[in-house]
């Protein structure tokens, strides 16, 4: 993604003021650009001068605390590549460690799936390995190249941000501070194929959840993604009005 | 401060920063070998900061108690991740605890919470606000000019987003703004700033 629409994200990014989404697409962004990473560290340079004035002595107590904490935590090694211009094996690392910190979100989904079947002990290897076959898969789509961001207020509040890969054939959506619904709703993700009106289903998050990170499959040829509220268990087609329609062409 | 190398009404000394920043970055150097005195040392010169931006920022002293301690662990242990070709080992520092205090700003609050209540605050800047605050007055000072060199939207945009914590679309809805005139105004305001400040990155 070196679009200029994320090059402008820079200042933003330095800032700290994108989402998580946007601070991964524009991590990828930074390991395929050399000359914007020294650019976006002199920003970071200078966003954390304006730290400068904000000084204020701690608590006297936090010395020790730190100290001893410190003493009891295990350092990281070395990491062997940090300089010159990116290998391709370092330009790979790097966007596997760009697509880890979305990774530990997509663990966060899995492991919803995991406390369903948690009752069903004898499953727990199963349910782990899908875990992982799903943060995998996550990885997999907001590393792809041809990885494209859409995001978008949802009606009625909260913000949902979709990242599809048209290679990958799936996408991630991410569904945050939207209102809790009632214990018997749930929010439905949708997908319109292009030239159709009608919406296929592309997953149901589990009733009450208002917060997800979710895989989707199946977004070749799809021009449109909605959410909507539904019945818990969702429905087969939307029974309200969508709060968000996105469009992905 | 016309003249930004000098104290206002001072001893006409030279900026203290520059032989700190590099002793910040040698501290790390050494903390990253397992160096306990370094880090003692280090935290002497880092706990004021770190706490005083999570101070700012989460505004509440028993969090922002919790999170330098957070961040000067983090310190600790990812000390040899720390690369002074990608900027100085205060920047790296400061960044570790800009985002990680932003990141507990965003999960603890509702975003509509947190707009209500900057906007109860009638979004004045608070770049001059923090009243306990002792330290390194000079750099202070050369912020500040820095920072009344900007438009109104640049300060405000990049205030609001480092100090407050807010993404660049609150940002937008706090100043009524368009979000991609949002963006486009935090990055020529931080090259502006940057201009001013002298801020150089050398690879």
């Known amino acids: 993604m070196t679009s200029p629409d994320i090059h402008a994200l820079g200042g933003a990014y330095a800032l700290d003021a994108v989402d998580d989404l946007e601070r991964v697409a524009f991590d990828r962004h930074l390991a395929e650009c050399e000359a914007c990473t020294v650019e976006v560290a002199e920003y970071r340079e200078t966003a954390t001068r ?20 410190a003493a009891a935590t295990p350092q990281l090694p070395p990491n062997g590549h940090r300089r010159g211009v990116a290998s391709p094996v370092t330009r790979w690392r790097r966007l596997a460690a760009a697509a880890a910190v979305v990774g530990v979100l997509g663990i966060g989904a899995a492991a919803t799936t995991y406390a369903v079947q948690e009752q069903r002990l004898d499953d727990q290897r199963t349910a782990v390995a899908q875990a992982q076959q799903q943060a995998d898969r996550i990885q997999a789509v907001l590393a792809a190249p041809d990885a494209a961001l859409h995001a978008s207020d949802l009606n009625g509040g909260g913000r949902v941000t979709v990242v599809v890969s ?37 997953g149901v998050l589990p009733a009450g959840q208002a917060q997800a990170t979710e895989l989707i499959q199946g977004v070749r040829g799809r021009a449109m993604f909605a959410v909507s509220l539904e019945p818990a268990g969702g429905s087969p087609a939307p029974s309200t009005t969508p709060l968000v329609g996105i469009s992905l062409v | 401060m016309n003249d930004p190398g000098r104290f206002p009404g001072g001893t006409g000394k030279p900026a203290e920063p520059q032989p700190e920043r590099s002793e910040i970055d040698n501290l790390l150097r050494a ?41 000067l662990v983090e310190v600790w242990r990812t000390a040899s991740r720390f690369d002074a070709q990608r900027g ?35 979004v004045h800047v608070p770049y001059d606000e923090v009243a306990d605050q002792v330290g390194s007055r000079m750099e202070r000072q050369q912020v500040r000019r820095c920072l009344d060199g900007l438009t109104e939207l640049q300060r405000q945009a990049i205030t609001l ?7 660049y679309r609150e940002v937008a809805t706090l100043l009524d703004a368009a979000l991609p005139t949002v963006k486009t105004r935090m990055r020529d305001g931080l090259i502006r700033l940057r201009d001013c400040l002298n801020v150089e990155v050398t690879p």
């Not at chain 1, 959506?173 to 009632?182: H, R, T």
């Open chain 2, 161 to 167: 987003a480092y100090y407050g914590g807010h993404t």
């Open chain 1, 166 to 202: 048209d290679t990958q054939d799936a996408g991630v959506v991410l569904l945050a501070d939207a209102p809790a619904p009632g214990p018997d709703r749930a929010y439905q993700l949708w997908l319109v194929p292009t030239g159709s009106t009608t919406p296929v289903s592309a």
């Open chain 1, 50 to 69: 304006l730290a400068e004035g904000s000084w204020s002595v701690p608590p006297p107590r936090m010395r020790e605390q730190v100290l001893a904490r």
């Open chain 2, 88 to 122: 100085s080992g205060l920047s790296w520092v400061l960044t570790i605890a800009h985002r990680r205090t932003v990141d507990r700003v965003r999960s603890e609050q509702a975003a509509s919470d947190r707009l209500q209540k900057v906007a109860a605050a009638s």
């Open chain 2, 31 to 71: 903390v990253a070998r397992g160096d306990d005195a370094a880090f003692t040392r280090l935290y002497d010169l880092l706990a004021p900061r770190v706490f005083g931006l999570a101070r700012r920022v989460l505004r509440d002293p028993a969090q922002a108690e919790e999170m330098a301690q957070e961040v």
